[in-house]
Nanobody
Framework: QVQLVESGGGLAQAGGSLRLSCAAS????????MGWFRQGPGQEREFVAA????????SYADSVTGRFTISRDSTKSTVYLQMNSLKREDTAVYYC????????????????????WGQGTQVTVSS
């Protein structure tokens, strides 16, 4: 069983930066996709970014493209989300997730496509 533990959330001013980390432990996968979703108050969980475990291919939501960067350290089984130029609308609980893949690592953007989630970390952006 894999466990995901997020860290790095907190309070930032608009225009500032935060870096989230997600450490995976437990079982390993031959192929997988790791990603970040977020859920604001009264909103549905939405896709933010994802990265393939083997080749590091990435995908971003339009709302964060050019501001957020997802990366991975495969030796530490850790994925990062560097968030720059933060906006108030980035305020949300951010969840790390992982999806085991059989065959080709295809990035999915629906939360239902992911099976394991971290506990979430709060990001609050003030103006």
């Amino acid at each position: 069983q894999v466990q995901l533990v997020e860290s790095g959330g907190g309070l930032a001013q608009a225009g500032g930066s935060l870096r989230l980390s997600c450490a995976a432990s437990g079982r390993t996968f031959n192929a997988c996709v790791m990603g970040w979703f977020r859920q604001g108050p009264g909103q549905e969980r939405e896709f933010v970014a994802a990265i393939t475990c083997s080749h590091g291919f990435t995908s971003y939501a339009d709302s964060v493209t050019g501001r957020f960067t997802i990366s991975r350290d495969s030796t530490k089984s850790t994925v990062y989300l560097q968030m720059n130029s933060l906006k108030r609308e980035d305020t949300a609980v951010y969840y790390c997730t992982i999806r085991e893949v059989l065959g080709v690592e295809i990035i999915k953007r629906r939360s239902n496509d992911y099976t394991k989630w971290g506990q979430g970390t709060q990001v609050t952006v003030s103006s």
